[in-house]
């Protein structure tokens, strides 16, 4: 069956519950980010989440990103991280980048690899409003099978995969052919995973100011 179809323009309290419930069954949706296009289900849904990696053909060692509506959502699930991690947490999100982060203990353990998961905050409000009131993180994952360049317009999409989304939220924007950027956090260290949107030297300045501030506060 063809997927539901929504503006993110047009989309009201209606279709926010229409959404949130096809998440809460564990049920697929695509949409618009910042970089690519992403597809969603609830984090915590594990069938969900199984059907990403089916869909996307995609090897099980290889966990998936997950996607919070605001940093502070996201701080409150990783409690455990010490104060380099959250102001280095704060200063690059919302953006095009997927930091990742020692997962909590209670973390869904398909989301997890070698004791990290990717995060994600957005730049885009009106989407991230859609799951403001949303109780659990979506996954974040391009939309293409393994090996096959990520779809990036509405047509692609139905290309790759049709039958097995419910809903599309589509949007009027142009995306670049570049993910966001991988960045680990260790306890009191980086280290850049892949060059995305951000570049290298983008991401060294940034740093460069987050120890700065930090050092000033200590001192």
Known sequence: ???????????????????????????????????????????????????????????????????????????????????????????????????????PPDFPKVLVSKGFTGVRVIDYPRLNQVFEDYPHPITTTSINPTGQPPATSTAQILTYFKEELAIIIEDQVAYSPLGSTIIRLTNDNWEMVRVGVVSRNQIEVKFHQVFQNLNEKSN
């Open 1 to 103: 069956m063809r997927p539901l179809i929504f503006s993110l323009a047009q989309i009201g309290p209606d279709e926010r519950q229409r959404i949130h419930s096809v998440l809460r069954q564990g049920k697929v949706i695509v949409y618009p980010t910042d970089t690519l296009p992403g597809l969603g289900v609830d984090a915590f849904q594990p069938q969900g989440v199984a059907q990403i990696f089916r869909l996307k053909g995609r090897d099980a060692q290889k966990p998936l990103s997950v996607l919070y509506s605001s940093v502070s959502r996201l701080l409150a699930d990783f409690k455990h991280l010490n104060a380099i991690q959250r102001k280095t947490i704060s200063a690059f999100l919302p953006g095009p980048i997927t930091l990742l982060l020692p997962a």
